[in-house]
């Protein structure tokens, strides 16, 4: 993948094969930062791509801040959209997620906070076109 890399996807089959596309050049110590609108599809991709690591029922995390799964490799899932500001992120330890170098984090709704991320992320902004149509726009930031 070359970034900025944009492509356009009709279904969300298409979707499951671009997150499969990223599982093959993803790396432990990443953060994945997704953006996008209520429904877009954050949840879904993050879904697709940890089914090639082994890990099913991937669900946001509501009640608990992050969601921690173990599979071929270890994922920290967070969900910015009910976190009130960065003081209660710190308050769990969220730089301790950031900086396990054994795991990927992936953040939904990362530009709630952006004071938050870490300079160097993968972002992946999603927008809604129609029914099942979907833009991704993947952009690394080092
Ligand atoms: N091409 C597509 N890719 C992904 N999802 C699609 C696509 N077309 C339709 N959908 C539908 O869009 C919805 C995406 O929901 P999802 O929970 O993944 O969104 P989200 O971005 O995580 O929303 P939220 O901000 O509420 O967390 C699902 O109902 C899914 O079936
Ligand atoms: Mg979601």
């Not at 090639?52 to 173990?70: C, K, L, Q, R």
């Not at 599979?71 to 992120?89: A, M, Q, T, V």
Request: with cysteine; charged share 25%.
């Amino acid at each position: 993948m070359d970034f900025p890399f944009v492509q356009k996807v009709f279904s969300e089959a298409e979707t499951a094969k671009l997150a499969d596309k990223l599982a093959e050049e993803i790396y432990q110590g990443e953060v994945v930062i997704l953006n996008g609108n209520l429904g877009a599809g954050k949840t879904y991709f993050i879904r697709s791509l940890l089914r090639n690591f082994g890990i099913e029922n991937v669900s946001s995390p509501t009640f608990a801040i992050v969601n921690e799964y173990n599979g071929k490799l270890k994922f920290y899932h967070f969900d910015f959209y009910r976190i009130k500001n960065s003081e209660e992120l710190f308050n769990i330890g969220f730089n301790d997620y950031l900086n396990d170098t054994e795991a990927i984090t992936l953040i939904e709704w990362g530009e709630l906070l952006p004071e938050a991320l870490p300079r160097k992320r993968l972002e992946i902004r999603i927008n809604i076109i129609d029914d099942n149509c979907r833009e991704f726009i993947f952009n690394e930031h080092v």
